[in-house]
């Protein structure tokens, strides 16, 4: 089955600067990577997706990277705020409607102001 | 956009009674839904695809006769926790997959004393 790892665990960085998080795969068959951001007590909210026919996605401060030969796709938060911090999970699917997501271990991002 | 209702949101029942927990798909129907377990500072563990009209799929390791699970209709899911238990004390997560991917509910946070 599908493995995900995703680096690093943890990542504090200074109000301002610029955050990536970056996830590996193991099955090239996976074609959807969607990532969430989880806050204390509650489920995880989609941030930004990206499917494998696209090789980055922007969305304001938030943008994806996928490298499909490398099979892996990266997150980058730019201009990071206080409220950025949280819990980030990566995860890939094979097929983004009826298929389960595979998680990646998370990264807890810590924003100093 | 899509939307996935959980409830509760908490719970806290004794050892060894049962504890039910409701996943809505409001505003799309969702054939099949998921349901994930989280413990703290962990990612979210798969614990069985739940499909409607017929029996749930279970992951290796994952008692199906203690996590029931009926998926009645298209919007609605449920899991019961039976005889539970304090190891079973967990964030439990559903998630639902509209076309535009996967959708998780805000949790339920069980605590078994």
């Known amino acids: 089955g599908e493995n995900v790892e995703q680096h690093p665990s943890t990542l504090s960085v200074q109000e301002g600067d610029s955050a990536v998080i970056k996830c590996t795969y193991s099955?090239?068959?996976?074609?959807?990577f969607p990532w969430y951001k989880q806050e204390l007590g509650k489920g995880p909210q989609l941030i930004i997706d990206i499917r494998s026919n696209v090789g980055e996605k922007k969305d304001q401060r938030i943008a994806v990277t996928l490298n499909k030969t490398a099979k892996h796709f990266s997150l980058h938060i730019t201009e990071t705020q206080p409220e950025d911090s949280a819990v980030y999970f990566c995860?890939?699917?094979?097929?983004?409607?009826?298929?389960?997501?595979?998680f990646g271990g998370g990264t807890r991002l810590m924003v100093k102001p | 956009g899509a939307v996935v209702s959980q409830h509760p949101s908490w719970v806290i029942c004794k050892s060894g009674t049962s504890v039910k927990i409701e996943c809505r798909s409001l505003?799309?129907?969702?054939?099949?839904m998921f349901w994930y377990r989280q413990f703290p500072k962990q990612s979210l563990m798969l614990m069985a695809t739940s499909n409607e009209g017929s029996k749930a799929t279970y992951e290796q390791g994952v008692e199906k006769d203690k996590f029931l699970i009926n998926h009645a209709s298209l919007t609605l899911s449920t899991l019961t926790v039976t005889s539970a238990h304090p190891e079973d004390s967990s964030f439990y997560i559903c998630?639902?997959?509209?076309?535009?991917?996967?959708?998780f509910g805000s949790g339920t946070r069980l605590t078994v004393v």
């Open positions: 505003d799309f129907q969702a054939t099949t």
């Open positions: 998630s639902a997959s509209p076309l535009s991917g996967y959708t």
């Open positions: 099955d090239s068959a996976s074609n959807y």
């Open positions: 995860a890939a699917a094979s097929n983004n409607a009826g298929n389960m997501l595979t």
